[in-house]
């Protein structure tokens, strides 16, 4: 296989895409969601916990307490790192939590199995990417807090940044070599 240029592998301002938080964190959903890497409690934590996931670090906490409280009412004991990765392999399963925490999971659980799906169906790279990206709804928010000032607005661009160099190394792959397989992409 070709080696990548440096130009594929390198964001706009300099830095390794799998440095780039936002890119590192939509290469690990697509990486997990066409099973290249299985889901473990510690990546569960990690997507939920992204911008992919869109919950932070209480809500994740209430998430586990809540999937933990209806594995008790059923007379289970499994623990709730069983329990989130069980539940992002099942879309539907935080159907039951009536929170945003539970609509949020369930959309990364959704996104996941819809990568897998289109994985199934030999989609490239690049569209797995844009797959997970347009699912995220990340889109809107990061563009709106781009256009405002001060440490969000800088964030926002260096993530819009990331995005963007990820989406145009993904192109000139795809481009090169149409039937590379993600997995290759992704190593």
């Given at each position: ?119 199934e169906q030999h989609d490239t790279i690049e569209e797995l990417l844009w797959l997970a990206w347009d699912r995220s ?43 590379l397989e993600p997995e290759l992409f992704l190593d």
């Open positions: 296989f070709p080696t990548p240029r440096s130009s594929d592998l390198t964001s706009v301002g300099g830095t390794a895409l799998r440095d780039d938080r936002a890119a590192r964190a939509l290469l690990t959903l697509v990486d997990v969601g066409i099973g290249r890497s299985p889901l473990t409690p510690a990546l569960a934590v990690d997507l939920l916990l992204s911008p992919f996931g869109g919950i932070d670090r209480l809500a994740l906490r209430r998430l586990r307490l809540a999937l933990r409280a209806e594995e008790l009412a059923g007379d289970g004991n499994r623990t709730s790192d069983e329990l989130l990765v069980d539940a992002l392999s099942a879309p539907g399963r935080f159907a039951t939590i009536d929170h945003r925490i539970g609509r949020n999971a369930d959309r990364l659980a959704r996104t996941l199995a819809e990568l897998r799906s289109r994985n709804g990340l889109a809107a928010v990061w563009f709106d807090q781009a256009l405002s000032a001060g440490i969000t607005a800088a964030e926002a661009n260096a993530n819009l940044d990331g995005v963007l160099a990820l989406f145009t190394a993904a192109k000139r792959s795809v481009e090169r070599r149409p039937d």
